[in-house]
């Protein structure tokens, strides 16, 4: 059973900083990626962050290009976003997924992840 565990989620003034993690369990694959997606109340589930498996080779959506930055910890097995200079429109549920479909242009799509965490909330406010 696959499973996505996440955590770090929280309540951060402007400027501040988070770590989210998340935990994947229960698949084998030599070609996967793991996202994170965040979704904000009334739009769309949006791609903020993706890294490869096979070389860690990391890509951001543009709103967070500087100021999050994803990587792995393979001793943990745990996928980190670090985030940092918050602003209040990064407050989102924040979503883990994993694709077993490898790396591609589409990372920010989706529909195209096959298994997803239970997201937890990120709340930046003054």
């Known amino acids: 059973q696959v499973q996505l565990v996440e955590s770090g989620g929280g309540l951060v003034q402007p400027g501040g900083s988070l770590r989210l993690s998340c935990a994947p369990s229960?698949?084998?694959?030599?070609?996967?990626?793991i996202a994170w997606f965040r979704q904000a109340p009334g739009k769309e589930r949006e791609g903020v962050s993706c890294i490869s498996s096979s070389d860690d080779r990391t890509v951001y959506s543009n709103s967070v290009k500087g100021r999050f930055a994803i990587f792995r910890d393979n001793a943990k097995n745990t996928v980190y976003m670090e985030m940092t200079r918050l602003k209040p429109e990064d407050t989102a549920v924040y979503y883990c997924?994993?694709?077993?479909?490898?790396?591609?242009?589409?990372?920010?799509?989706?529909?195209?992840?096959?298994?997803w965490g239970q997201g937890t909330q990120v709340t930046v406010s003054s």
């Open positions: 229960g698949f084998t694959s030599d070609n996967y990626a």
């Open positions: 997924a994993v694709t077993l479909r490898g790396w591609g242009p589409w990372w920010s799509t989706p529909r195209r992840y096959d298994y």
